[in-house]
């Protein structure tokens, strides 16, 4: 219930966070001190920043959690297991944003509607999609590389504007990544099953482009699961924690059965 003692005790915690952050860069940049207690006056003050963020999450509902509270929490969290200097800043970055947080404003602000293009950005860059993007790209490529010789020039130069297609994939919206997939896969259908049908000889091309295929399935696979991660997000919003109806539409596997079936025969 929130009532003036309940304000009054999220105020406390807060009030915590900000003053023990304050104090941890303070010794942080004491070159006064030993090393050794300086590390230990940033960690003592890290953990009671982590453990006041995680008494506020409690008092909240998971749809009232503001993103900077557990993202401090698990930053403080990682930076006391590893002492890592780079979460620093992103310590620093989180500051800023709990310095001036207002409880008030926030859980009486009027509802606003999903943001899902936002949703997705966030969850993309937590996973590894861009990374299997990555080496959808490299598989490409050594399929320009390796078919220089036995592919028609046409061939070559389609297959260099698929290729740009999927460099420029790092960044682009959910839509725009999984249209590129399927036209990436049915050009090489295309090319390498029905309109070149002698490169079934070609042992090694075809290798790679199982590889392509393979690739395609990993970054399909990596796109899934950052559905499900804002699909997750979206149902913890609600009060009840659940949300059935809302993900994005699904048919499975991009690869048909006979494609898939064709790279099989290859492997």
Known sequence: MRNAKWYSAIGHQHGLIRTMLKEAFTYLGDMRLEPKR?????DG???KVARACGSIEQMLDPKDVPQWLPDLRAVCDSYLKDHDGSRVLMVMHRMGE???FSWKAHLDAPPIGFDFDALFEKYRKEGNLDLALGELVGCIQAVIEEGGKDLRQKAIEDLTVILETARGLQGQSRTSIESALQVIWSFFKLVFFAVNPELATLHKMLDLV???????LKADDELRRVDEKVKRDVGARFVSGQVKALTYSSEGSILPDSAQGRLDATA
Do not use: D, N
């Not at 300086?38 to 940033?42: A, F, L, Y």
């Open 98 to 100: 709990a310095e001036g």
């Open 38 to 42: 300086r590390q230990e006056e940033v």
């Open 210 to 216: 199982g590889e392509v295929g393979a690739a395609i």
């Open 45 to 47: 003050r890290l953990k």
